[in-house]
């Protein structure tokens, strides 16, 4: 069963969201869908936080999503609500409820592009292993695609650079995390112009493509931002903005470690 609950970022509702998680949670797919998006990069980080820690309180819960925009093209089985949100946006959705009763009105829909206002930028880059794709991942290539006005770089850890993790017997092939990165932007960014690339050093496309304006980094990876420029600055190349993107959870940080540990735990 797929699912939406359309949310306002203002004002949202962690019973709402709690609730569309265990409705979808039996081989289901939810996405929660934004009445608006955020000017501030800083807004639209904190409310896509708070939506992805929220499903964390519930066991084995569905497959989430976060969607800065409602898309027409995509058929729900049903759409929900939260309680609260405003009269003021007209219908645009085939069928809908509130959680627990009434319409949804005026829904901002978007073309699948980037969902940042002018302030963003024209090529923005983000890297990372991207095993076993998990909601932390989701919030960093979300962040990204918001800031990428046209097209968004994404680099895909190569086995250089994946000798020395934990249990990395389990961890996905890089065919299979770079089929699951481009399918999560493709979905949530549709309209937006999407690379892969494999990475087998710091820099990746960043130290090979010139016309890159912005990186997206981790807490975990924010030094390599600095090395990052440090090398295109040698190369007669334009620094890049670096943008920092928290972890979710703090220092229970959701870890593809942990999904490799518990995949040999199961095998055992």
């Known amino acids: 069963m797929h699912l939406a609950l359309v949310v306002d970022p203002t004002k949202v509702s962690q019973k709402s969201v709690i609730e569309a998680v265990k409705l979808a949670r039996t081989g289901g ?9 955020p000017e501030k990069l800083e807004a639209f980080e904190n409310v896509v936080r708070t939506l992805y820690e929220y499903t964390r309180s519930v066991d084995n819960p569905a497959d989430t999503t976060v969607l800065p925009r409602y898309l027409k093209d995509i058929k ?17 959705l085939p069928s809908s409820q509130q959680f627990p009763a009434g319409p949804v009105t005026n829904l901002e829909v978007g073309d699948g592009t980037s969902a940042s206002s002018q302030n963003g930028f024209a090529a923005v880059a983000v890297g990372g292993t991207f ?7 989701k919030l960093l290539l979300t962040l990204a695609g918001f800031l990428a006005r ?3 770089i994404v680099g895909v850890t190569g086995p ?16 299979v995390r770079e089929a699951a990165v481009r399918n999560f932007v493709g979905y949530v960014f549709p309209g937006l112009e999407v690379y892969t690339e494999e990475i087998n050093d710091i820099y ?8 890159i304006d912005a990186l997206v980094v ?4 924010r030094s390599g931002g600095g090395m990052v420029n440090d090398y295109r600055e040698s190369k007669g190349w334009k620094k890049l903005t670096i943008v920092e993107v928290g972890l979710i959870g703090g220092d229970a940080k959701v870890s593809s470690t942990d999904f490799r540990k ?7």
């Open 150 to 152: 046209t097209r968004l």
């Open 218 to 221: 981790s807490h975990e990876t």
């Open 160 to 175: 250089e650079l994946l000798k020395n993790k934990k249990h990395a017997e389990a961890m996905d092939a890089y065919n």
């Open 262 to 268: 518990r995949d040999l735990q199961a095998k055992a």
């Open 204 to 211: 990746g496309p960043t130290g090979t493509v010139e016309d």
């Open 29 to 37: 797919k939810l996405d929660i869908v934004l009445t608006h998006v």
């Open 76 to 92: 729900y089985d049903k759409i929900y609500a939260q309680e609260g949100v405003d009269e003021k946006y007209r219908s645009v």
């Open 131 to 137: 095993d076993h794709l998990h909601i932390g991942h």
